[in-house]
């Protein structure tokens, strides 16, 4: 009798374990307006479903009596709802994840926050999303944020689509409100590429069309949700797109293997296959597919495997293997969708950090083509990007990288920005294609270099970059070492901030955004100078760090040095040569910095002089002899 | 896990001794084959494991060939902090959370893995799968960084740590399923035996060591029972069952009606305690 038990519990659990496997994973995310009750629907779907433990149920009623906006009855939102300050403000801010299986299919679900302010936190649940639940509440319709969430998903690259039209218990559960929702949502989505969007009327609070179809909706003819989430077909099909490895780790434990390890992002590889390094372009074959349990015969998108290759290729971190015959573009610049996700305003012309796939390179924005209102998808001309805005934009890196068009592959073509002081993560991008310009444009080479012109002029080039306040003796000094560098014969060139404005930068004004233009402009002019063989001399109040730092990385090795004049604000205002504290105090003139403006003192000038302790003439001086003692003039 | 090998300087493993540590630990001697995985394994030992743990814990290691640092709030210990006593909020913040942060100081870690999932609590539902910390440890859940795609910011600065949940994604189930198909081996206190245990304030306690003294009225007797979770033995509750097998525990898993941090004493201690936990530092 015993045995017998024991036998059809053996059989029910591997009967158990035979349609665990054999179920696929659909991860979706809700989103919509605040209050549509995004939350409350995953709650009720995870109720209903019979998914919650019982210890759990018991503390969501003690909650729903405390906290419930319910009179009584469970709320359901208080389950999803985990952050303290989401219960007490009965919002969601951030995105949460919740798990749960039916018989026919496993389930992620993101709950993503309806709040304007927190957009970013929605296109983080989108990026990892087959499909999106759009809720709309049967009230209010389509509202702007429906619009801008349906964007979002659309730009993120969902193609699948349910338009929930929640709380149509509080519509009389009519017919012809739904109807006037649908095509509202279809006129303004049909532009947005979804290859289904699929309606249907739902009320969370009473269950209505959640998991069963409702009889109080009998015109509706469609699936319930569940129904629909559990058979809509979302063709992910990445192990049929072509071979993409993005090499994440070298694996060397010894002198006698050398494997490389990373995560089969598109397509399969067999062992003997070509390869192709994307960036080198040179080829090797798989010669072993490893894992601890065993060589592969054949790795699949999806599998974290390491290759081993048949020839010694030089690869490392970042590198992305592909098919020799279908690899990814490699380039320098390209365009590029871009979601804004920080608080400080995107500084075109300002270098970031870009992070795609396991490789990280700096990265400029060389032209805001324009902006996307999100209500209308019309575009219109920008100069900047704040928190939550989209826009497109060219993108130009410091040296090649390889990539794929964000629609073909989402992990080679999808990257993030990230601030390189802050280290935060400021926006998303989504690579559209490359700017082939950048392949065919090559460096003219010329037959006299900078060495040649330089030890002409028996000097070494070099930038001496005075940074500081306005009045805090820039000017003063820098003139002062360049009529002393004249006078020895030396070959120079001084760049000052008031009379490059007047020309080259004539069409700059004092707004973050051209300040930092500013700064790239006169750093690139600086490095032609340097090419030229000149000792330059900048003097620019160059109030950034950044700017600061990217002018440093586009000279060599030495041939940049910060002059940091290290005046206090109470002097130079003191001074106040130009009058021009005077009038920043007074509000007629706006973005002056040291008043409304922000001043970042630099961490490692190579010199700090300080104006009011010594005379400019022995400034001078001393930077002359700094010079002579490094080597740059003789 | 690669990409923390890959990206920063002093990385470890958080190593709890748990059927999840176990999943992480396995998960990492895979992601790094044949090399081994290039970090040390860290247990912040309370004092108060159950003997079968620490044993395993030191055969593990051993078996494995790795690193392992075990480290003990000695202040604690100096203060008398224990979850009798003390009670059991108390014991877990000098003991466990405080521990951990001495640990990670004194060695200077950047980057800590944790076997933390996603589904275990509502506010470790919020939490990313790289986690930032500041040189305080901690937690900001309303300026967390997006993380998009699979594709991890890791930058820090000096002081300022990362915290990463490879599991994030499993469920309870998950775990199991994988521990029976990898054949992972796992503490034995995880399958039914008969054990002393207490039974006080409706939790089944077993009695590890004479430590724990009886109160008036309770008797300790021989039950056939296993453990869902495993933390410090006065604080962590027994199921009765009679799983003495992984297929056991399975089948009993998806019939199962209640979480498993039910048997954790500390989350119920207080409304959102574990939110609050976990921004002072606590995994």
Redesign the interface.
Known sequence: MARAAQRT??S??SA??AA?EKKSLLRFLTCGSVDDGKSTLIGRLLYDSKLL????LSALEKDSRKFGTTGGDIDFAL???????EREQGIT???????FATEKRKF?VADTPGHEQYT??M??GA??SDLAVILVDARKGVLTQTRRHAYIASLLGIRHVVLAVNKIDLVDYSQETFDAIVQDFAAFSQRLGFSSVEPIPISARFGDNVIATSERTSWHKGPSLLGYLETVDVDTDVAGKPFRFPV??V???NLD?R?F???V?GGRIAKGSAIAVAKSGRKSAVKRI????GDLDEAVAGM?V?LVLSDEVDIS?GDILSVPEDRPEVSEQFAAHLLW?AEDELLPGRQY?M????ATVPVQITALKHKVDVNSLDQFAAKTLHLNEVGYANFATSHPIAFDAYQNN??TG???L?DRFT???VG?GMIDFSLRRATNVHWQALDVGKQSRAGQKGQRPVVLWFTGLSGSGKSTVANLVERALFAEGRHTYLLDGDNVRHGLNRDLGFTDVDRVENIRRVGEAAKLFVDAGLIVLVSFISPFRSERRMARELMGEGEFIEVYVDTPLEVCMERDPKGLYRKAKSGEIKNFTGIDSPYEPPELAELRIDTTTAQPADLAAQIVRHLRDKGYIG | M??V??EFANPVMLYSIGKDSSVMLHLA????????PPFPLLHVDTTWKFREMIQFRDETAKRLGLKLLVHINEDGIARGINPFDSGSALHTQVMKTESLKQALDKYGFDAAFGGAR??E??????ERIFSFRTATHAWD??N??????????T???KGESIRVFPL??W?ELDIW?YI?AEKIPIVPLYFAKRRPVVERDGTLIMRDDDRMKLHPGETLEDRLVRFRTLGCYPLTGAIESDADTL?GI??EM?T????E??GRLIDSDE??SM?KKKKEGYF
């Open positions: 519990e053996a029910a659990l158990f374990l665990q433990f019982e210890d759990h389950l999803v709802d985990g952050l303290e300050a801010i951030d995105v949460a994840y919740r798990f992620i970013r936190n296109a983080t990026s990892n994440q780790w694996n060397r434990p293997f494997g390890s990373g995560t992002v490893v894992t601890m349990d974290a390491t971190r996700m950090l992070k795609l796939g396991t989402r992990d999808g990257f993030i990230i280290n935060a993560t998303a | 690669r990409e090998a890959a001697m895979k992601a790094f084959y044949p090399a081994k996603r589904d609590e509502k506010s470790r539902a919020k859940p309303k967390q960084r997006p993380e998009l795609w699979r594709v991890y910011n930058r820090i600065s994030s994604n469920t399923q029976l297929e399975v089948t998806f199962a009606r209640t979480s941090r039910q409304k959102s939110e």
